[in-house]
């Protein structure tokens, strides 16, 4: 299993301005944000007796549960591009965070 945790930011002025999407149309990004003491965590890991390895599924977790026999079928964008990215077998992936 791995865990990963990651500050929450705050922003005051000019959020997702820093997305590359953003960055690629407008030409540039501007912004003001700062870290909190609140984390996000995503959650990775696999099964021995569940959807993963019986029925050949990925499970996503987060505000919606996905179980899905195909990575391009995953709906959560984050999930589903990083999972293509790394080339993941079937997982399970689990997104919450303190708020």
């Known amino acids: 299993m791995i865990i990963t945790k990651c500050p ?10 820093d997305l590359q999407d953003f960055i690629d149309y407008y030409g540039r990004g501007s912004v003001i944000n700062f870290p909190v003491n609140l984390y996000t965590y995503i959650m990775l890991g696999s099964d021995i007796y569940g ?15 996905e179980e899905e026999k195909k ?16 080339d993941c077998k079937q997982i399970i992936c689990t997104f919450y965070s303190d708020i």
């Open 51 to 65: 959807p993963n390895k019986i029925l050949g599924k990925y499970v996503i977790n987060y505000t919606r549960r």
């Open 8 to 17: 929450l930011r705050i922003s005051l002025a000019g959020g997702s301005t």
């Open 71 to 86: 990575v391009e079928n995953i709906k959560n964008d984050v999930a589903r591009e990083v999972l293509k990215y790394f």
